[in-house]
């Protein structure tokens, strides 16, 4: 019964936002920190991979913290990179993963949701680069857990995946926390 709620508060958690629930269901999700995460299905450049993590229900990741970008490039390599066929005509890169870091005007980068950014971990070729959107580079990379914006990626690689971020709103939750403690109440009676 724990399961189906919890799967029932997530659902209408999405729904609350006003996002389509439709493809949730098609992902691996990983928990961390309370916040779903999941590599997006498809390959692609770093817009293809967001209107994707938009239909999912959520954003490309926002990363406010080293624990979390630690746990997200380990989540990467492990989970996308060594366990994901490559298409056998498109060559690999397995070590970087889109993020929803962005330049929204002229170098000013920002999170796609909107949030404040808190943290950073640009890589040290950063500022020779002049690409618009950034990925996270995995464990096998010379820079592992860094960020960069290669516009080699940008222009032509759309063998990356995403790496998708749901977060549950928190009022959201506290109304379908109270009403999951209904539905137990009554099961009971």
Do not use: K
Request: hydrophobic share 35%; proline share 4%; glycine share 10%.
């Amino acid at each position: 019964m724990v399961r189906r709620i919890g799967t029932l508060v997530l659902g209408m958690v999405v729904i609350g936002c006003g996002i389509s629930t439709v493809g949730y269901a098609d992902y691996s999700w990983q928990t961390y920190n309370g916040h779903q995460y999941a590599l997006t299905n498809d390959f692609g450049t770093w817009e293809q991979c967001e209107v994707e993590a938009v239909g999912a229900g959520g954003h490309l990741v926002n990363i406010n913290d080293e624990a979390e970008n630690i746990w997200l490039t380990v989540f990467a390599e492990n989970t996308f990179v060594r366990n994901e066929p490559m298409p056998v005509t498109i060559p690999t890169n397995g070590n970087l993963a889109w993020i929803g870091y962005f330049e929204s005007s002229n170098d000013i980068w920002e999170w796609v949701c909107g949030d404040e950014v808190t943290y950073t971990n640009l890589s040290d070729n950063w500022s020779n680069y002049t690409g618009t959107h950034a990925y996270l580079h995995g464990g096998n990379h010379p820079q592992p857990e860094t960020w960069s914006h290669n516009p080699l990626h940008e222009s032509y690689d759309t063998n990356i995946r995403g790496i998708i971020e749901v977060v549950p709103e928190p009022a959201m939750l506290s109304v379908l926390v109270l009403g999951g403690l209904a539905m137990l109440r009554r099961r009971r009676m």
